[in-house]
């Protein structure tokens, strides 16, 4: 059986103003920026048991 090691794949950012409310773009939507940065670390704080199957698009499981 192999092993499998938890990486990144993809991150994403967004801005928030002091009250917590989120950057948007004209249409409403949340404006989501990428940064030329290693976030490679972020993994090594995730557990098998944190992971959730990602499915597109950008759904979140409920029951959590």
């Known amino acids: 059986m192999n092993k499998y ?3 990144v794949w993809d991150i994403r950012f967004y801005k928030v103003d002091d009250n917590g409310n989120a950057l948007l773009d004209a249409d409403g939507s949340v404006k989501l920026f990428d940064a030329d940065i290693d976030v490679s670390g972020i993994a090594d704080y995730v ?3 944190d992971l959730v199957e990602y499915s597109y ?3 979140r499981p409920t029951g959590r």
């Open 47 to 49: 557990h098998d048991d």
């Open 57 to 59: 698009p950008y759904a």
């Open 5 to 7: 090691s938890i990486e």
